[in-house]
């Protein structure tokens, strides 16, 4: 059983940054891999980025490629969601999920088990 508690979402005009921080309870963190997916009113929930266990492999939507970058601490059962030139629209509630997705599923939902409340991002233009 693994819980996840996302934080550092907020308010940033376009062009700023933000980083998103989940925290994981559970002794196994380390063998998860996690993602983000963020959701935007009336749209469905989509994925953002995802890291390997090790922190080896990475995945990106290329809407947020060259912008965002996850990261993981293993040691401090956190991975993260550093977001530079944000543009508005990347404004949605961000999700953090924890799962063992096979490759064709690590950009899905149905890829992961676990997921965060959910912490909500803001961009003003």
């Known amino acids: 059983q693994v819980q996840l508690v996302e934080s550092g979402g907020g308010s940033v005009q376009a062009g700023g940054s933000l980083r998103l921080s989940c925290a994981a309870s559970g002794r196994t963190f380390s063998s998860y891999a996690m993602g983000w997916f963020r959701q935007a009113p009336g749209k469905e929930r989509e994925f953002v980025a995802a890291?390997?266990?090790?922190?080896?492999?990475?995945y990106y939507a290329d809407s947020v490629k060259g912008r965002f970058t996850i990261s993981r601490d293993n040691a401090k059962n956190t991975v993260y969601l550093q977001m530079n030139s944000l543009k508005p629209e990347d404004m949605a509630v961000y999700y953090c999920?924890?799962?063992?997705?096979?490759?064709?599923?690590?950009?899905?939902?149905?890829?992961?088990?676990?997921w965060g409340q959910g912490t909500q991002v803001t961009v003003s233009s």
């Open positions: 999920a924890a799962g063992f997705p096979g490759r064709s599923f690590v950009a899905t939902s149905m890829g992961y088990d676990y």
């Open positions: 890291i390997r266990w090790s922190g080896g492999s990475t």
